[in-house]
């Protein structure tokens, strides 16, 4: 415990070292105390060592406007504070060595992103080469854990099997349409490959449904 002696008005203190406490706007110690043992403000208050509760307890019964004043900026302070403190937590080592292990292939958090992957393929018909080194970039800056297939099992497995899956809905759908039309069109590929699709069109729920055969995956995945 420490103590001071009555302090005048006009007395010059300096503040507390390294003190991060809002308190110390308000309390301090006289430029002769070395030590910093004898905290003053105008008269005579008692703390231990380390301990703010008593100059914060004098405040609020000796001086409330200066009280009232120590609260509204240790409200302010203390966000700005806890986010300096956990920011700069040292990170454990079980939590390091977590952020550097590949997600295993069976599990759900690597699915998602393949099919998410699988889907961007599909929807946006994009070519198999976009899995490339610029988007494997882009995946891996997002989720360091996931690693990537080859393009290999993009095209022989990812999207043949979204293929079965969405056919499969497609097929659930359609079933109880008691009516449909259909159309279809010609066309030729760039490397004069011929091309015949056949579109079915049907109400559901008084929703009109269009599904598009050879492109059946790539049109239903997103409805």
Same mark, same amino acid.
């Given at each position: 415990?420490?103590?001071?002696?009555?302090?005048?008005?006009?007395?010059?203190?300096?503040?507390?070292?390294?003190?991060?406490? !809002?308190?110390?706007?308000?309390?301090g110690?006289s430029p002769d105390?070395?030590?910093?043992?004898?905290v003053?403000?105008?008269?005579?208050?008692?703390?231990?060592?380390?301990?703010? *509760?008593n100059?914060?307890?004098?405040?609020?019964?000796r001086?409330?406007?200066q009280?009232?004043?120590?609260?509204l900026a240790?409200?302010?302070?203390?966000?700005a504070?806890?986010?300096?403190?956990?920011?700069?937590?040292?990170?454990?080592?079980?939590?390091?060595?977590t952020?550097?292990?590949?997600?295993?292939?069976?599990?759900r958090r690597?699915?998602? #992103? *393949?099919?998410?992957v699988?889907?961007?393929? #599909?929807?946006?018909?994009?070519?198999?080469r976009?899995?490339?080194?610029?988007f494997?970039? !882009? !995946?891996?800056t997002?989720?360091?854990?996931y690693a990537?297939s080859?393009?290999?099992?993009f095209?022989?497995t990812?999207?043949?099997r979204?293929?079965?899956?969405?056919?499969?809905?497609?097929?659930?759908?359609?079933?109880?349409?008691? $009516?449909?039309a259909?159309?279809?069109?010609?066309?030729?590929s760039? *490397?004069?490959?011929?091309?015949?699709s $056949?579109t079915?069109?049907?109400?559901?729920n008084?929703e $009109?449904?269009?599904i $598009?055969?050879?492109?059946?995956?790539?049109q239903? #995945?997103?409805?």
């Amino acid at each position: 415990m420490a103590s001071a002696a009555a302090e005048s008005d006009n007395e010059v203190f300096v503040p507390k070292r390294n003190a991060s406490c !809002i308190i110390w706007n308000w309390f301090g110690f006289s430029p002769d105390d070395k030590e910093q043992r004898n905290v003053i403000y105008k008269e005579s208050v008692k703390a231990s060592d380390g301990n703010t *509760t008593n100059l914060f307890n004098h405040l609020k019964r000796r001086h409330p406007k200066q009280y009232n004043e120590s609260q509204l900026a240790a409200k302010a302070t203390k966000p700005a504070a806890t986010a300096a403190s956990a920011s700069s937590r040292q990170q454990t080592l079980t939590e390091a060595l977590t952020k550097l292990t590949p997600y295993d292939r069976d599990s759900r958090r690597w699915n998602s #992103v *393949t099919d998410a992957v699988t889907y961007h393929l #599909v929807k946006d018909l994009c070519p198999v080469r976009t899995v490339g080194v610029g988007f494997k970039k !882009i !995946i891996k800056t997002l989720d360091p854990r996931y690693a990537f297939s080859s393009r290999k099992y993009f095209s022989n497995t990812a999207i043949p099997r979204m293929y079965a899956e969405c056919k499969v809905r497609v097929a659930e759908n359609i079933q109880n349409a008691q $009516l449909f039309a259909t159309t279809s069109d010609l066309w030729s590929s760039r *490397t004069s490959e011929p091309y015949l699709s $056949l579109t079915i069109h049907y109400m559901s729920n008084w929703e $009109l449904h269009s599904i $598009l055969n050879k492109l059946m995956f790539a049109q239903y #995945v997103c409805n």
